[in-house]
């Protein structure tokens, strides 16, 4: 769905004001708002075959205007390397990005990479990526099509709004100060006012 934002929308998005006309967005409640993504994130769990991660808390640092999920099939968790007790796992899948400020959502493909001690079970390390450095990144391919398709049903049963990555990169047209670390501020887009992340 193609949504058009107002400079003023916009500008009360950059001040962490809440926006919309659908529940919880009209009611300005954030905790009813995080309680809405929750049972997002608990219907995206139901989706067979598939795992949704969350990252709630604000990546460990500042103010996220958006709950980040990464969802992907089991089958897509593959086993890249055993080697003295280590195991290398890639997975392929997808990053939804929630706003927590209006009913909307951008979705993009991720590779993301993990160590883990095969005798304890315990991450070691991870690596992951991010939708938000480039606009482009807002599309999936053939080989996650069919999640991508539920993950879409399950967003529009919840009144989120898929953003199309054409309106995302759109130059902002306003002068105004967004606490991103993907932009500065002569070259901020429509995405940083909505989807930004305070380190």
């Not at 990546?59 to 280590?86: M, Q």
């Not at 991103?180 to 006012?193: H, P, S």
């Amino acid at each position: 769905m193609f949504l058009i934002f107002t400079d003023q929308q916009l500008r009360m998005l950059v001040k962490g004001e809440v926006i919309g006309d659908t529940f919880p967005y009209d009611s300005y409640d954030e905790k009813e708002i995080l309680a809405h993504i929750n049972r997002l994130f608990y219907r995206i769990n139901r989706i067979h075959n598939v795992l949704c991660e969350a990252e709630w808390d604000h990546f460990g640092s500042g103010y996220a205007s958006f709950v980040d999920f990464f969802c992907y099939r089991k089958e897509d968790c593959i086993v890249v390397e055993e080697k003295n007790g280590i195991r290398e796992i890639e997975i392929k899948g997808i990053i939804l990005d929630i706003s927590r400020l209006a009913s909307v959502a951008i979705m993009g493909e991720d590779v993301r990479y993990r160590t883990i001690r095969i005798e304890t079970n315990e991450e070691v390390s991870s690596g992951q990526g991010t939708i938000l450095d480039d606009p482009t990144s807002l599309v999936v391919g053939a080989e996650v099509e069919i999640l991508a398709i539920e993950l879409r049903k399950a967003l529009q049963e919840f009144d989120f709004n898929l953003i199309a990555a054409k309106e995302m990169s759109a130059p902002l047209s306003f002068k105004t100060k967004i606490p991103t670390i993907y932009r500065n501020e002569r070259q901020y887009l429509v995405l940083d006012a909505i989807f930004y992340w305070e380190d």
